[in-house]
């Protein structure tokens, strides 16, 4: 579990930098979001990737702006 509540939040990029945030979930595993993922300062796109075969909940109302990447699982 990252994040113990919605009200946490994870914050990407400083200084216009684009930045992904990866999960890499093994096999047969499970993990959750539960804080909000927002983009940082300037004017970088976020993003997230979820790689490996378990399975990825975002359990918040995240704000960043990038992509949302599903590489393998779910």
């Known amino acids: 579990v990252f994040?113990?509540?919605?009200?946490?939040?994870?914050?990407?990029?400083?200084?216009?930098?684009?930045?992904?945030l990866t999960?890499?979930?093994g096999t047969a595993a499970t993990a959750a979001v539960n804080a909000t993922i927002q983009n940082g300062a300037g004017s970088g796109a976020d993003g997230i990737t979820k790689t490996g075969l378990g399975s990825l909940t975002v359990n918040s109302a995240s704000t960043y702006t990038g992509v949302t990447a599903v590489n393998q699982g779910s």
């Open 3 to 20: 994040g113990d509540a919605s009200s946490d939040t994870f914050v990407l990029a400083e200084s216009n930098q684009g930045r992904i």
């Open 23 to 25: 999960f890499n979930v």
